[in-house]
């Protein structure tokens, strides 16, 4: 998160911290309701991950509420026990702190952060009730404030149809064995995130929402829709971007509109927007919130306890 030639592992958690400093400076003038969230943290990386944690705890000290809203630990490499044991020691950090936790048990497939699961045996694609149940049970000891990553034949990435079996409908049996340990009045007690969600249909995707997903995941498609705004820009300009001077137009005509990067950039940009939206609309989240037509809106993170505002709405709707 700082650039790869600083080698001080403790400046790894500074470009997160920074960047969360300028979405909270900017987000007011959106309107919309904001929830900065870290991804993927392995074990290897927790340095990272306390580097953040410490700039929450400075933040929650001085305004009452913390940096960011929510932090991912992905510790789905080492055995069950230490992943849930690991975790269960960082929520008891983050939950008085009111920041949500998000992490993943099971084997997601293909290749992610540096975690590579691409000759994996197909039947430890599915992450079981039980797997499911032990994370709830130790987790909501220390607080309501946390989701989980089942694994259930998504990948890492965008693979050719075939290769994987997506079975977005075994996650209810999730719901229902942990509903039936807990005597819960809800019919799908577990906020749950769904990995992997390049290359999904409609269907698998509105079969995840109604059976407990809260968040998905499009890395791989996000890529792929920023690097096509970019790859159609240079289709269409293509020979006005052969030298600084010089087009069809003539040999003295300068070309720096066509290849000044924040051209450019902003077509990548755009592509990646819109492919973000054509998801929100298949997740279902499409105008859930209203958005605020106060100038320079309070309606962001700047507002007390937004997350636990968004526990309450989604209890409701489970
Ligand atoms: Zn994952």
């Known amino acids: 998160m700082v650039g790869k030639s600083v080698k001080d592992p403790t400046a790894a958690a500074a470009g997160s911290v920074a960047l969360a400093y300028h979405v909270r400076a900017v987000a007011k003038y959106y309107g919309v309701p904001v929830v900065l969230h870290s991804d993927h943290c392995a074990k290897k990386l ?11 705890k400075e933040y929650f000290e001085k305004f009452g509420e913390p940096l960011f809203s929510s932090h991912m630990l992905d510790l789905s490499e080492e055995p069950d026990d230490e992943n849930i ?47 499911v149940y032990s994370v709830y049970e130790a987790l909501s000891k220390v607080g309501p404030m946390f989701s989980i990553a089942a694994a259930f034949g998504n990948v890492h990435g965008v693979y050719k149809p075939g290769n ?7 996650l209810l049996t999730h719901q229902e064995y942990t509903k039936e340990k807990i005597n819960s009045p809800l019919a799908r007690p577990i906020f749950l995130v769904m990995h992997g969600g390049s290359g999904s249909t409609e269907d698998e995707i509105a079969t995840a929402v109604k059976n407990g997903v809260v968040k998905m995941n499009i890395d791989t498609d ?7 705004g970019l790859r159609k820009f240079e289709a269409e300009k293509r020979d006005y971007l052969q030298g600084q001077i010089g087009n069809p137009e003539g040999d003295e005509k300068p070309n720096k509109k066509c290849y000044d990067p924040r051209v ?45 505002k968004v526990v309450s709405s989604l209890k409701t709707l489970f």
């Open 46 to 56: 927790l340095p990272w991950f306390d580097g953040m944690l410490a700039a929450d």
């Open 85 to 131: 044991a690991i975790c269960v020691k960082y929520f008891k950090k983050m939950a008085p702190m009111k920041i949500w936790l998000e992490m993943e048990i099971g084997i997601t497939g293909g290749e992610e952060d540096g975690v590579n699961n691409e000759d994996i045996d197909p039947e430890k694609l599915y992450t079981t009730p039980e797997q």
């Open 164 to 170: 994987v079996s997506l079975s977005p409908e075994k």
């Open 222 to 228: 996000t890529q792929w829709a920023y690097w096509d």
């Open 264 to 308: 450019w950039i902003r077509k990548a940009e755009e592509s990646m927007c819109a492919r973000v939206g054509d998801s929100m609309a298949k997740l279902g989240s499409v105008d859930t919130y209203t958005k605020s037509t106060v100038p320079g809106s309070q309606q962001c993170i700047v507002q007390r306890n937004p997350i636990e």
